[in-house]
């Protein structure tokens, strides 16, 4: 998982004169086919428009426009009147009203998130300021935590109005002024619909930016800081992404060898955190922010604006192995010569390769990436399949169902979906592969 917060937003000023800060065009928005109801939408919907300011649209509207509304997902306040009658709570969202649409009309939506069966996690203190830790012993798959975020909101600022009067202005006194306009006429709208007991939680969590004196606020320097990118939800022009702020996942501290992943749920409108391998009890359970196969010097980069300079093994003893070892297990997955399918290709070709001319290569490149503790990347992924594909190869069920398990766990903790589980941990999905037992017929 990254974090969501566009850092480098280009001001564009397009035809019809919205400003945006993202590289968005307003024309695309009103050219995307408006999805029909599933249900009523129902809700405190507000917008923002420059000349009249916050309108407050009815309760039962249907259709807000495609412009940024306020609202309140996946349910009213106004149906349960206070957080603590709505267990599992709701986001304020700053989103499209077509996004609005879509989201009603998913299949399914909304209902109610799954959760551990157990408490299985603690925020305290850890050497990065406050940290999640967990409290039982955790394997790849087992589910931590689930929450619904705080609040979401576009990743980039979208500024809309005439904003000519910014031309003439140094591209640095330009960004202040809209991180102030985005602070007070959308950010601090969007916080003041929270409960007062959620503004303090909010006003908590750390800001990066606080020292920054850059035109943003405390709500924005928090976004920028806490924000994760939710991918279930995006507009369809160019970076019309958003990003989520989270009551604990935001507390969630970043390791380049992270142990849990998130994925957000639409139809529950909820974050689960998974472990991506063992944990033991006690241990700070740690996310990626960035990309872990990218060299140490390019996270470094990355990370800077978070202002998190990372001391994981990788990034300060052991940096030019580490990137040795990584850029190996990129290429494995990614570099022609060095890739799975043409070493796949070239086993199914020639007999005379041993029969664990596949399993041998996977293995030692599964074993590396668990001494990186990079099984979050996908490369663990692709040598799982390896795996499972050399053995449906052989005709050998019990090991095609053991790896099989491990690639389903590992697909749950990345999607929150068990479907691949089921299949992979069933003897007989393998035994129907067209490939099943190809080796020795
Ligand atoms: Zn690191």
């Not at 998130?262 to 063992?278: C, E, K, P």
């Not at 594909?389 to 590992?410: E, H, Q």
Request: glycine share 8%; proline share 5%.
């Amino acid at each position: 998982m990254r974090r969501g917060f566009l850092k480098n937003a280009k001001q564009k000023h397009s035809k019809e004169g919205v400003t945006t800060f993202d590289g968005s065009r307003s024309e695309a928005i009103s050219k995307e086919p408006k999805p029909l109801f599933a249900e009523s939408p129902a809700g405190l919907v507000s917008t923002y428009q420059n000349d009249v300011g916050y309108k407050l649209l009815p309760h039962d509207a249907v259709d807000y426009g495609d412009d940024l509304i306020f609202t309140s997902l996946p349910i009213s306040p106004f149906l349960t009147e206070k957080l603590a009658e709505s267990p599992d709570g709701w986001t304020e969202c700053l989103i499209t009203g077509s996004r609005k649409r879509e989201i009603f009309a998913t299949p399914g939506f909304s209902k109610r998130p799954v959760y551990p069966p157990e408490t299985r996690h603690a925020i305290r203190p850890s050497k990065f300021g406050l940290g999640v830790f967990a409290t039982q012993d955790l394997s790849i798959g087992d589910l931590i935590l689930t929450e619904r975020p705080l609040l979401i909101a576009p990743a980039g600022m979208r500024m809309p109005g005439e904003l000519g009067y910014l031309e003439g202005l140094s591209e640095e006194d330009q960004t202040r002024i809209c991180r102030e306009a985005w602070e007070k006429n959308f950010l601090k709208p969007l916080f003041d619909r929270f409960e007062p007991e959620t503004q303090a939680e909010y006003m908590a969590l750390a800001n990066s930016h606080a020292q920054d004196n850059d035109g943003g606020g405390p709500i924005l320097g928090i976004l920028r800081t806490n924000g994760i990118e939710v991918s279930a939800i995006a507009d369809p022009w160019d970076k019309g992404q958003y990003t989520a702020v989270c009551r604990k996942i935001s507390r969630i501290n970043h390791s380049c060898s992270p142990s849990a992943e998130t994925s957000f749920d639409l139809v529950s409108f909820s974050y689960q955190l998974r472990a991506i391998r063992n944990i033991k009890a006690g241990e700070e359970i740690f996310i990626s922010y960035c990309d872990g196969l990218s060299p140490a010097a390019d996270r470094k980069k990355f990370l800077a604006p978070y202002q998190i300079t990372c001391t994981c093994t990788s990034c300060s003893l052991d940096e030019a192995a580490s990137d040795e070892r990584r850029r190996g297990i990129l290429n494995s997955v990614t570099g022609k010569e060095q890739s799975i399918s043409h070493h796949f290709d070239s086993w199914f070709a020639d007999r005379s390769l041993p029969d664990d001319y596949m399993i041998a290569n996977s293995l030692r490149w599964i074993s590396m990436i668990e001494e990186e503790g990079l099984q979050v990347s996908f490369a663990y992924m692709h040598h799982l399949q390896a795996m499972v594909r050399s053995y449906t190869a052989l005709g050998d069920v019990k090991n095609a169902v053991k790896y099989g398990k491990i690639l389903g766990l590992w697909h749950l903790s990345h999607d929150g979906k068990d479907d691949m589980l089921r299949e992979l941990e069933d003897p007989a999905y393998h035994q129907r592969n067209l490939e099943w037992n190809s080796r020795h017929s």
